[in-house]
């Protein structure tokens, strides 16, 4: 049996409220590899630190950005991680809306 990096993330979706970008995941499928140790979040959102990857650990299967603008479009990859390496990259985009002023 070869020990592999892990398959991708499943079941990547995302929840928009009016003040954040909830990015959700489920692990991989169970398999004979080594189990994840940590994901990592690239994004195109600009965060407080600069930051364009964040590390979540292996428990957390979900992390909420606050600063995002109406009218952009974010693209977000989910990556899991063991011992033997990364795994194959999930991806989704995520455009907002601009909202639209009624009249009365």
Known sequence: VTLDALESVTDLNFILTDESLNIT??????????????????HNI???????????????THITFTNVSRGR??????TA???????????????????SSTST
Not at 25 to 42: A, C, E, G, T
Not at 50 to 59: E, I, M
């Open 46 to 60: 600009t965060s407080s630190d600069g930051s364009l990857v964040h590390n979540v650990t292996n428990n957390m």
């Open 73 to 78: 479009q974010y693209i977000v990859n989910v």
């Open 25 to 42: 995941w489920n692990p991989p499928s169970v398999s004979l590899r080594p189990p994840v140790i940590d994901y990592h979040v690239y």
């Open 81 to 99: 991680e063991n011992i033997i390496g990364i795994g194959e990259e999930s991806l989704i985009t995520v455009s907002i809306p601009v909202l």
